[in-house]
């Protein structure tokens, strides 16, 4: 008697198919370990970063004899807002916020508008020594700022500026690194439509104003971030000029509060706090813009 086995079409296929997927789901999945490691990555730095920002509050809401007694340790002696009411009663910080908030502003307004300008004209002006003008703002992002302190000194003394705003202001106007920001910018736009308005008869004002600035809002916003930044963190030039207590700005009036023979730590670190907050609010509510700018200044 012969007994007969019929297999099921399509069985062994079916069973090798299987067994291949099951291997690629033991296998490794490359995407997904990539953007894991991406993620850990980017928690790691979000720790470095932020742990000393959470050391430096820590340390504001803690006692002088507390920090002495256990200074690694921020938790002990426990937290409270003395140092903070201690530095507004006793330090002119509204004074050095308006300071700063003043001259930053200036300095944003009149970076912006000068610099744009500026990168229009390499860009879309035909004109004797462009190439001249070009190089001359490239030689400017090799020099130091400390190479500069001297010479702006002198130059501000003869206009008898020294002690006023604009002796901070228009130093941080004349920025080639703004100028480059704009310059590349610029230089993607399409050619056809500044020609295009050329033709309906529109000046190079009104190419400048109506056309090109609409449209370079993220280079406006990187230049105006950065400058706002930089000149909020400034402090050797506003140590030089400005030499009343009241016109100081924020870094200049917390090195002031520094004294080598008695260090108050909690009122330093209260008025640290209160000075970089507001960099940190104008960075969370402006970052996208920042990212943004950078990215397509970079990418044309």
Not at 199 to 215: E, L, N, Q, R, T
């Amino acid at each position: 008697m012969t007994t007969t086995i019929t297999t099921a079409p399509g069985a062994g296929a079916g069973t090798g198919t299987g067994t291949r997927g099951a291997a690629r789901g033991r296998g490794v999945d490359g995407p997904k370990l990539f953007n894991r490691l991406c993620a850990v990555c980017l928690t790691l730095f979000a720790l470095i970063w932020l742990v000393p920002f959470f050391w430096a509050l820590a340390t504001s809401m803690r006692s002088d004899g507390s920090i002495t007694q256990n200074p690694t340790s921020p938790f002990a002696g426990g937290w409270s807002f003395h140092a903070y009411a201690y530095a507004v009663d006793n330090y002119p910080i509204g004074w050095w916020y308006l300071n700063s908030l003043i001259i930053a502003v200036l300095a944003v307004v009149f970076t912006v508008g000068f610099c744009s300008m500026a990168g229009f004209a390499l860009v879309f002006l035909r004109f004797r020594g462009r190439s001249v003008m070009l190089a001359l703002v490239t030689a400017g992002l090799m020099l130091p700022t400390e190479a500069l302190v001297l010479p702006q000194f002198i130059e501000f003394r003869s206009m008898h500026l020294l002690g006023t705003y604009w002796a901070l202001v228009l130093p941080s106007i004349a920025a080639p690194v703004s100028v480059f920001v704009f310059h590349a910018f610029f230089r993607g736009i399409p050619t056809p439509l500044i020609e295009a308005a050329r033709i309906d008869g529109a000046s190079w004002w009104k190419v400048y104003s109506s056309v090109c600035m609409p449209i370079s809002r993220p280079a406006a916003a990187t230049v105006a971030i950065l400058t706002f930044i930089s000149s909020w963190n400034s402090f050797l030039w506003p140590l030089l000029v400005l030499n009343q207590t009241k016109s100081q700005t924020i870094p200049v009036g917390l090195a002031s509060l520094v004294n080598n023979s008695n260090i108050q730590y909690a009122e330093v670190m209260a008025s640290s706090v209160l000075g970089f907050l507001p960099l940190i609010a104008v960075f969370l509510i402006f970052q996208r813009q920042i990212t943004q700018g950078i990215a397509t200044t970079g990418i044309k």
